[in-house]
C-alpha cells in the first residue's frame, strides 16, 4: 500500500509555544489529506480537511486560527499547533488517498 | 446518537479463538466500509476495505457488510497473541474521502 509519513513522531513543548507537524504521501500525489486528533483510549476524531492549493476546511468546533494548515504542495500537508496549551496534548494523525485511506504513524504532542 | 457505534471492549480471548468484532451505523449514505488495526502509540493500519453487502476474506480475516442492517463485522480466526490491537471500523460516503471513525475495539488475544 501507499506510504504516509509524519514528522516528528514525538514532541515535548512548552505552554504557549507554536508546534509544525508535517505530512508527506511518499509514493504518491495527495490533493487532499486529512488531520485527525486522537485522546487516550478514544476514537480518531476528524479535525479537518486539507486541500493542496487551497483553504482548508475545519470540522464544527476546531479552531482554524489555532490550528493552522498548509498544504503548499501534492506531497506535503503541515499542521501547526499555535500557542499549545496542555489541553492541546493528544496523538495527531494525517491520512491521505483516493478511496482507501492510508494513515501516517502519528505524532504525539505533549505540551508542559 | 454517533453516526457510528462500536462496543468499545476490551475483548480478552484465548490464542486460536475466533474474533468477532461489530459496527452498526445509522446513516445509509455510508457506501465503503474498513477495518483498521491500530497498535498502541502507532497510526491505523488498514485490514479490509469493502463496499458491497456480503462477505470478503483474506487470509484469517473476513469483513461482512450487511447494508439492510447496518451492520458490518470483522472476523478473525485462529486469533494470535501479535492480533492483540485496538480495531476501529470506519466508512465513508460515496464521493468522499474523510471518514467516520467507530470508538474502536480494544482486543487482547492471551498465550
Known amino acids: 500500500g501507499a506510504v504516509v509519513s509524519q514528522h516528528p513522531s514525538w514532541v515535548i513543548c512548552k505552554s504557549g509555544t507554536s508546534v509544525k507537524i508535517e505530512c508527506r504521501s511518499l509514493?504518491?500525489?495527495?490533493?487532499?489529506m486529512f488531520w485527525y486528533r486522537q485522546f487516550p483510549k478514544q476514537s480518531l476524531m476528524l479535525m479537518a480537511t486539507s486541500n493542496e492549493g487551497s483553504k482548508a476546511t475545519y470540522e464544527q468546533g476546531v479552531e482554524k486560527d489555532k490550528f493552522l494548515i498548509n498544504h503548499a504542495s501534492l506531497t506535503l500537508s503541515t499542521l501547526t499547533v499555535t500557542s499549545a496549551h496542555p489541553e492541546d496534548s493528544s496523538f495527531y494523525i494525517c491520512?491521505?488517498?483516493?478511496?482507501?485511506?492510508?494513515f501516517g504513524p502519528g505524532t504525539r504532542l505533549t505540551v508542559l | 446518537q454517533k453516526e457510528v457505534e462500536q462496543d468499545p471492549g476490551p475483548l480478552s480471548v484465548p490464542e486460536g479463538a475466533i474474533v468477532s468484532l461489530n459496527c452498526t451505523y445509522s446513516n445509509s449514505a455510508f457506501q465503503y466500509f474498513m477495518w483498521y488495526r491500530q497498535y498502541s502509540r502507532k497510526g491505523p493500519e488498514l485490514l479490509m476495505y469493502?463496499?458491497?453487502?456480503g462477505n470478503k476474506e483474506d487470509g484469517r480475516f473476513t469483513a461482512q457488510v450487511d447494508k439492510s442492517s447496518k451492520y458490518i463485522s470483522l472476523f478473525i480466526r485462529d486469533s494470535q497473541p501479535s492480533d492483540s490491537a485496538t480495531y476501529l471500523c470506519?466508512?465513508?460516503?460515496?464521493?468522499?474521502?474523510?471518514?467516520?471513525f467507530g470508538t474502536g475495539t480494544r482486543l487482547t488475544v492471551i498465550p
Open positions: 509514493d504518491f500525489q495527495a490533493t487532499t
Open positions: 491520512s491521505a488517498g483516493t478511496g482507501e485511506q492510508f
Open positions: 469493502t463496499y458491497s453487502s
Open positions: 470506519a466508512m465513508t460516503k460515496s464521493g468522499a474521502n474523510n471518514l467516520f
